[in-house]
T-cell receptor, first 114, second 112 residues
Framework: DSGVTQTPKHLITATGQRVTLRCSPR?????VYWYQQSLDQGLQFLIQ???????AKGNILERFSAQQFPDLHSELNLSSLELGDSALYFC?????????????FGPGTRLTVT | EDQVTQSPEALRLQEGESSSLNCSYTVSGLRGLFWYRQDPGKGPEFLFT???AGEEKEKERLKATLTKKESFLHITAPKPEDSATYLC?????????????FGKGTRLHILP
């Protein structure tokens, strides 16, 4: 158990809908990362927050947004969902930012868009 | 374009048969190279961080090494429970960007 929690574990929704994925980092970790994993693309970095502020952006679509709250938990919002958004979404956390800190991953949320 | 390439894509070994997995990378300055293990349907599990060429780290049957252009994950006398996908990832030396680039992984299957 990495100490990172994600809810829900599974989510099934229809095209055009909006969903929110939630992540709680390890105790004491300030940095949160979101990744998307699909069979053909591997693990793709989406976005990073550090102590409540956006720090880095990867291949995140404009239909997706995220935030980190004062208690350091984070939410990833996915809107106008398409079939191609079906994937595993992982959250990871690290103690700080920079300096090659290792990231600890949660169990993931499996999103299925029908 | 920055890239992380892992080889082979898949590897089948007999129990006890040692081998190595390769991760080659091209980034403009390396802040850290990470190895993870991922079981099907689960989140990646952190194994090692390497920071500079010549560095080595060991954990049980696994040993990770780093050169200026690649890293190797050596597996000595593997057991069936070592079967998993092994992921390599690199973090670039940039001012504020902690972007992590993952390779597509090596699927390792150890036969009893």
């Amino acid at each position: 158990d990495s100490g990172v929690t994600q809810t829900p574990k599974h989510l099934i929704t229809a095209t055009g809908q909006r969903v929110t994925l939630r992540c709680s980092p390890r105790s004491g970790d300030l940095s949160v990362y979101w990744y998307q994993q699909s069979l053909d693309q591997g693990l793709q970095f989406l976005i990073q927050y550090y102590n409540g502020e956006e720090r880095a952006k990867g291949n995140i679509l404009e239909r997706f947004s995220a935030q980190q709250f004062p208690d350091l938990h984070s939410e990833l919002n996915l809107s106008s969902l398409e079939l191609g958004d079906s994937a595993l979404y992982f959250c990871a956390s690290s103690v700080a930012a920079g300096q090659g800190y290792e990231q600890y991953f949660g169990p993931g949320t499996r999103l299925t868009v029908t | 374009e920055d890239q992380v390439t892992q080889s082979p894509e898949a590897l089948r070994l007999q129990e006890g048969e040692s081998s190595s997995l390769n991760c080659s990378y091209t980034v403009s300055g390396l802040r850290g190279l990470f190895w993870y293990r991922q079981d099907p349907g689960k989140g990646p599990e952190f194994l090692f961080t390497l920071y500079s060429a010549g560095e080595e780290k060991e954990k049980e049957r696994l040993k990770a090494t780093l050169t200026k252009k690649e890293s190797f994950l050596h597996i000595t006398a593997p057991k069936p429970e070592d079967s998993a996908t092994y992921l390599c990832a690199v973090q670039e030396q940039r001012n504020r960007d902690d972007k992590i680039i993952f390779g597509k992984g090596t699927r390792l299957h150890i036969l009893p």
